[in-house]
């Protein structure tokens, strides 16, 4: 699967990572979450191989609950960081995720 980014037009992805975001999506929905973005080292394809996943999630009414499923339901040894963008981020951090973001997920 092709998804968007924040400013560039469509990556390819591997199947392990395709595998990761269809569960983050999945979640995303039954939280609820009005966005979910890919930021960080992954979002701009230069992670290592045990890089963490960096994801900011918007509006989302229950976001404790959501991140604990995150880190427990998603099928990887990799690790989590989750930020709560409602929670008033840094400004660098919304510049990042502007400029380099992919939007995972986002409810219409």
Known sequence: MRMKTMAEPQLRWTVREEKIFTQLRELA????????????????????????????????????????????????????????????PSAELVAEILRDGVILYEKV
Do not use: H
């Not at 929905?29 to 979002?43: I, N």
């Not at 989302?60 to 929670?87: G, P, S, W």
């Open 29 to 88: 929905k039954r939280y609820d979450v009005g966005k979910l973005v890919l930021f960080g080292s992954r979002a701009r394809r230069l992670q290592a191989e045990k890089s963490d996943v960096d994801i900011a999630v918007y509006d989302c009414a229950d976001f404790r609950d959501f991140a604990f499923d995150v880190e427990e339901k998603v099928d990887t040894l990799l690790t989590f960081d989750i930020v709560n963008m409602n929670e008033s």
